[in-house]
C-alpha cells in the first residue's frame, strides 16, 4: 500500500473510533438484542455510503475548494452559510466533548489509580488543553503522524481486550432475545434508537475535506481511485475492529448490566473495570480511552479550523484578515473553548444525543443524499446508495424532534 493512503486510511479510522466506540456498546442496554444486530446490518453501508457520498461531492468540485466552498458554489451564499455553521457547530461540539472526556479520563487515572485527591479541574483542564494544542501547533503533517500512530495503539488495545473478554462470555444481551418479542413496531423502534449513537460512533466528516484535497494536490488523475482506496480500507478496518468489540462486550453483559453503565453515565471501559476483577484492566482501561480521544479531537481540529474560518470569512469587518492571524485567531478561540467546556464538565451524553447526532445528519447524510441526487454533474454517483443515506438522515433527524416533542 502507497504510505500516504495508509497514513490517510489510519487517520480516517483515528478520527472516526474515539469516545464513541465507547458508548456504543452501552446502547444496547436499552435496544436489546434487536439493537445489536440492527448495529452489524447498518455499520457498513451507513459509514461507507454516506461518507464516500461526501467525499465525491468535494471532489468533483473543480480546484482544491475544501467543503465550506463546494457549499457555497453549490447552494449559494445564504443556504451555503447555513449548512457550513451546522458543519461547524456539529465538528466544534463533538471537539469539546473529546476535551471533557479526556479531561475526565485522566482525572480517573490521577485518583483512582495514582491515588491523587483533591484534583483541581481549573489547572488539570488547563494543561491537559495545552497539551493538545501543543500538537496542534506543529502542523497538518505532525497531526497525521501522530494520529496514525495512536490508532496502531488503539487497534492493538481494542483487539487484544475483545479477545481477553472471550473468557467471560455468559450469553449477556443474547439471554434476553425471545422470538416473540420481535414485531415491526420494535424493529423500527430500535432502528431509531441505535441510528444516532452509530452516526456519532463511526462519524469522521471532519477529515473527509482534508483528505479528498490532499489526493487532488498530490495526483489529480489518480485521485478518485486514491479516495476510494482510503474509504474502502478505513471503513473495513473499523467496521471490523468495531463490532468485534461489541459483540465481545454484548455476549459478557447483559441489559441490566449496560442500563446501569448507562445510569451512571461511564464509558464501556470504565465498566469493564469495575465489574471484571483485574488490576491492570483498572489501569489500562482509562489508558485506552485516553488514546482514543485524544487522537479523535486532533482529527476533529481539522474541520473545526475549516469550518470556523470560511465563516470568519464572511464577515465584512473582519474579512481582511490574513490567512497567518486567521489561524492564530482559530487557535486561540479553540482553546479558550476547549479549556471552558472541561472546566464545566457537562453531561456527554446529552451532547451526543440532543446536539451532535442530529448536526452530523445535516452535513454528512441530507447534503450528499441531496446533491447527488438532484445534481446533474453527480448523476454518476445516483443510485439506491444515495436514497438510503438520504432515509439514514431522515430516520436521524427525526429521532432528535422526538427527544424534544
Known amino acids: 500500500m502507497d504510505k500516504q493512503i495508509l497514513y490517510w486510511t489510519m487517520s480516517l479510522f483515528g478520527t472516526a473510533i474515539g469516545a464513541g466506540i465507547l458508548f456504543l456498546p452501552i446502547s444496547i442496554g436499552t435496544g436489546g438484542f ?191 481511485n486514491s479516495i476510494d482506496k482510503i474509504l474502502e480500507y478505513s471503513h473495513i478496518l473499523m467496521v471490523f475492529v468495531v463490532l468485534f468489540f461489541l459483540f465481545s462486550c454484548a455476549f459478557v453483559f447483559n441489559s441490566l448490566e449496560l442500563n446501569e453503565a448507562n445510569s451512571k453515565n461511564i464509558n464501556i471501559l470504565s465498566y469493564i473495570s469495575i465489574k471484571i476483577d483485574n488490576l491492570a484492566l483498572q489501569y489500562i482501561a482509562p489508558i485506552i480511552a485516553s488514546i482514543a480521544i485524544m487522537k479523535s479531537f486532533l482529527g476533529h481540529y481539522m474541520g473545526t479550523k475549516e469550518g470556523f474560518e470560511a465563516i470568519i470569512k464572511r464577515s465584512k469587518k473582519i474579512n481582511n484578515f490574513s490567512n497567518k492571524s486567521l489561524s492564530i485567531f482559530t487557535f486561540i478561540f479553540v482553546s479558550i473553548s476547549c479549556f471552558t467546556a472541561a472546566v464545566l464538565n457537562p453531561s456527554i451524553l446529552d451532547m451526543i444525543n440532543k446536539i451532535i447526532a442530529p448536526l452530523i445528519a445535516v452535513t454528512l447524510f441530507l447534503v450528499p443524499a441531496y446533491v447527488v441526487i438532484n445534481l446533474k454533474k453527480m448523476e454518476g454517483y445516483k443510485g439506491i446508495s444515495a436514497y438510503f443515506v438520504g432515509i439514514i438522515g431522515i430516520l436521524a433527524t427525526g429521532v432528535i424532534i422526538f427527544e424534544f416533542f
Open 34 to 224: 434487536l439493537s445489536l444486530i440492527i448495529m452489524a446490518i447498518l455499520a457498513y453501508p451507513l459509514t461507507h455510503y454516506s461518507h464516500k457520498l461526501l467525499a465525491k461531492f468535494i471532489y468533483k468540485n473543480d480546484g482544491l475548494d475544501d467543503i465550506t466552498e463546494v457549499l457555497d458554489n453549490t447552494f449559494g451564499k445564504n443556504i451555503g452559510l447555513l449548512i457550513i455553521i451546522s458543519y461547524f457547530l456539529e465538528i466544534f461540539v463533538v471537539l469539546l466533548l473529546y476535551t471533557i472526556a479526556l479531561t475526565n479520563a485522566i482525572e480517573l487515572i490521577l485518583t483512582e489509580n495514582l491515588g491523587f485527591v483533591d484534583i483541581n479541574r481549573v489547572i488539570l483542564s488547563f494543561f491537559v488543553v495545552a497539551f493538545l494544542m501543543f500538537i496542534i501547533s506543529r502542523g497538518l503533517e505532525v497531526i497525521i503522524k501522530v494520529i496514525s500512530y495512536l490508532v496502531f495503539i488503539f487497534i492493538i488495545s481494542i483487539f487484544i481486550l475483545s479477545i481477553y473478554l472471550i473468557q467471560f462470555y455468559n450469553g449477556g444481551v443474547f439471554n434476553d432475545f425471545s422470538i416473540d418479542l420481535i414485531n415491526t413496531q420494535e424493529i423500527f423502534k430500535s432502528t431509531l434508537y441505535v441510528i444516532p449513537i452509530m452516526i456519532f460512533a463511526f462519524n469522521h466528516v471532519a477529515i473527509i475535506s482534508s483528505m479528498v484535497i490532499e489526493q487532488k494536490k498530490l495526483n489529480i488523475k489518480s485521485a478518485e
